[in-house]
């Protein structure tokens, strides 16, 4: 029987609280330090849901109709779109990320609701409405994400939505959206029109950005349900069935034909519909999608949402079991009178060693950050191998000198080179990671040279036997998220790879092919001198593209270190605090009479047995 995420979260939850509870009856109140970060991660955890498609879909209507209010601006243009993150709060609140250096903007909702592309001016618009259209351009254009707080409710507590720019030429858009927002997206729903077939553009973009990917879950949603005649529904559908079934990684399409706009009406919306089509939601088609989404998250995707919380749960109760409850046991089989002095002894020389190992972190951030000169020497060795490739590419031009030719060859080559681009930002970061893993692996054995020092204390030579380590908790999973940090998105915490630091290439062709000018001369020298100025303005864009983000190269590995090297202090800093705890705990126990001694031994051991059975239990809601 399939278990919903809601109860295996409920099962988790309950375990977790059960063998805190557990610990904290004999003394061991570090266990819940350990294992509270992890319970709300569990609890808190959410459902990153990305949604794509062209201009003139619908989207923002699809995505009013999905939440069942209307939420987002509908009037955007291309030019003007922004990414929009839609997530749970008790109140309404919308802030807007800037891309220049400014704090960014609180607005009303009625006032985001607002927002539109302004109307476009032309040669009979006066100077002041000219300026009013490119200050409202040059504004709208600032804003790289609306953060947008709604009451979701119940169904959609959990989700976070992100709805992105359509798929035209949105190339810087589209950058953050291929490296942050796909690849960590639970799901996709790919916005398509039921009046028209598939464009290139969504073609394009569902190979390279999302197939390309391995996304484990992508919901085509086919709108405009009400502008088709009663029969044409099953066709529509078969048609674009067909269309996607061509695209070779896609071997199963789960399709759901909707009218959005009604269903935003049948949700309370107040719309002005002329003439209504349907009269419940289930013939909107919107509540099959709605089922379908929901057995996703709750079945499917539940699963791996409670995965690895239980099993970072596992790994730190399995660690007390063999290593804090081990030491507890052989201390309280010791001889009592001679363990004041040594634990007190044992105290001072923590207190140094702690020092001492974080004195090693701290170096360890020393040497990764004077990397960043062989950092940025990798970046430049890479980028002259793409520029070379992408030089070749332009250079085999056969066209005739057409503005619109030339553009089109430039614009081809930007696709083209998409492979190389996503090679580079590859060997870059597995280059960073590799410099990072072999400095931290080098801090890890200098700790377990400190950790062997502790051992030879006199206390630890107690014939006990004790379990002292701290590189030991350093397992492989931890070791993997050294290497990881979240990408704030407007205080949105999305697990993004740390590397993934792409070199935008600016693919506005026609911007300044439209500004090369016209030459009276034969056809071969005109092609050839608006080859060679539209390739130097390429490459002046490039170039400039490249030392922007060669600064954020060296940005995100500032970034990176300190992150690293925090994460690993954390570990350090958290061992030494359950090493004092062991002592503590010890010197209580020694005030201790014989009998209290056997059945505080009784105590830890039935403890000891809880948390094994506990382990095994919630392995059970572990993918396997």
């Avoid at 001016?121 to 002041?128: F, G, L």
């Avoid at 790289?144 to 359509?166: F, Q, S």
């Amino acid at each position: 029987m399939r278990q919903s995420f809601t109860d295996l979260k409920y099962k988790t939850s309950a375990i977790m609280d059960e063998s805190i509870q557990f610990m904290n009856s004999i003394g061991h109140t570090g266990y819940e330090r350990r294992i509270k970060p992890i319970y709300d991660q569990l609890n808190n955890g959410k459902f990153y849901l990305t949604i794509v498609g062209d201009f003139s879909r619908g989207k923002s209507t699809f995505i009013n109709a999905f939440i069942g209010k209307k939420v987002l601006p509908a009037k955007m243009r291309p030019t003007t779109a922004f990414i929009n993150r839609i997530y749970q709060a008790d109140q309404e609140a919308v802030h807007l990320d800037m891309n220049d250096t400014t704090e960014g903007l609180s607005l009303s909702f009625d006032e985001f609701k607002k927002m539109t592309a302004p109307m476009a001016v032309d040669e009979d618009s006066d100077e002041e409405e000219m300026d009013e259209y490119y200050d409202t351009l040059t504004r709208l254009k600032n804003i790289r994400r609306a953060n947008i707080a709604y009451p979701l409710g119940d169904r959609l507590r959990h989700v976070e939505i992100y709805d992105t720019p359509g798929m035209n030429d949105i190339y810087e858009e589209r950058e953050e959206i291929t490296k942050t927002f796909i690849p960590q997206a639970d799901a996709i729903i790919f916005v398509l029109s039921a009046t028209g077939n598939l464009t290139d553009s969504e073609v394009q973009f569902l190979n390279q950005e999302i197939l390309s990917q391995h996304i484990r879950k992508v919901f085509f949603v086919v709108n405009f349900k009400d502008r088709l005649k009663e029969d044409e529904d099953e066709r529509v559908m078969q048609s674009i069935r067909k269309e996607l079934l061509h695209i070779d990684q896609l071997t199963d399409v789960n399709m759901y034909l909707v009218s959005s706009l009604e269903a935003l009406r049948l949700k309370g919306e107040h719309l002005r519909i002329r003439k209504p089509t349907y009269d419940t939601l289930e013939e909107t088609g919107f509540a099959s999608f709605e089922r379908e989404l929901n057995d996703f998250f709750e079945y499917e995707q539940g699963l791996v949402k409670v995965d690895k919380p239980a099993r970072h749960y596992m790994e730190v109760t399995q660690s007390y079991i063999e290593k804090e409850l081990q030491n507890h046991l052989i201390t309280l089989e010791a001889e009592q009178g001679e363990l004041v002095q040594q634990i007190e002894e044992a105290e001072s020389h923590l207190q140094q060693v702690t020092q001492d190992m974080k004195q090693e972190v701290e170096n360890l951030r020393a040497r990764l950050l004077q990397q960043e000169r062989a950092i940025l020497r990798k970046t430049d060795q890479l980028y002259q191998s793409l520029q070379s490739t992408l030089e070749t590419k332009i250079d085999r031009y056969h066209g005739g000198p057409d503005d619109e030719d030339i553009k089109r060859h430039f614009e081809q080559v930007s696709r083209d080179i998409k492979p190389h681009q996503d090679q580079f930002s590859s060997e870059l970061s597995a280059y960073m990671e590799q410099m990072i893993k072999d400095e931290v692996e080098n801090t890890l054995q200098l700790l377990k040279t400190k950790e062997k020092h502790m051992e030879t204390h006199a206390l630890f030579q107690f014939d006990m036997n004790l379990d002292v380590s701290i590189s030991r908790n350093v397992d492989k999973e931890t070791f993997e998220e050294l290497f990881t940090t979240g990408l704030v998105a407007g205080g949105a915490l999305i697990g993004a790879t740390i590397f993934a630091t792409p070199i935008v290439i600016l693919a506005g062709i026609g911007a300044f092919i439209a500004k090369l000018p016209l030459f009276g001369m034969v056809d071969a020298y005109i092609k050839r001198k608006k080859l060679t100025n539209a390739k130097k303005e390429y490459f002046k864009q490039w170039d400039h593209a490249f030392r922007e983000q060669k600064h954020a190269v060296k940005l995100k590995w500032q970034e990176t270190v300190h992150s690293s090297v925090r994460k690993l202090d954390q570990i350090v800093q958290d061992n030494m605090m359950d090493l004092r705890e062991t002592l503590v705990i010890m010197k209580q126990d020694n005030k201790l009479n014989q009998q209290k001694i056997d059945e505080k031994k009784q105590a830890v051991q039935h403890v000891q047995q809880k948390l094994k059975e506990n382990v095994e239990k919630i392995e059970q809601y572990t993918i396997s």
